[in-house]
């Protein structure tokens, strides 16, 4: 059993900053990419920032020099860190993750259940 928990999530005015965490727990032999997703009310969800194991990055060209992704190895945690919200930023957003479990053959992807993020003005 894998669970991707997201935490950080809220209300903040234009301008402001939130951190999202995301906590991976269970029968976990590797974890290999992880990721933040959103998705806003009609519109498809789409990849904000992703990071590989060793730390190689990657971010979507709305949010380059905003937000910073980062992960902690041995707490099999991924963090998102915005800044300089604006209004369209607006969205569930959503961890992910390849894991393999143990005694698993494959690597499969995870999600958690998404935590809302709310930029007013």
């Known amino acids: 059993q894998v669970q991707l928990v997201e935490s950080g999530g809220g209300l903040v005015q234009a301008g402001g900053s939130l951190r999202l965490s995301c906590a991976a727990s269970?029968?976990?032999?590797?974890?290999?990419?992880m990721g933040w997703y959103r998705q806003a009310p009609g519109k498809q969800r789409e990849l904000v920032a992703a990071i590989a194991r060793l730390g190689r990055t990657s971010y979507a060209d709305s949010v380059k020099g905003r937000f910073t992704i980062s992960r902690d190895n041995a707490k099999n945690t991924v963090y998102l860190q915005m800044d300089s919200l604006r209004p369209e930023d607006t969205a569930v957003y959503y961890c992910?993750?390849?894991?393999?479990?143990?005694?698993?053959?494959?690597?499969?992807?995870?999600w958690g259940q998404g935590t809302q993020v709310t930029v007013s003005s």
């Open positions: 992910n993750a390849e894991i393999k479990r143990s005694y698993s053959s494959s690597f499969n992807v995870y």
């Open positions: 269970g029968s976990i032999f590797s974890i290999n990419d």
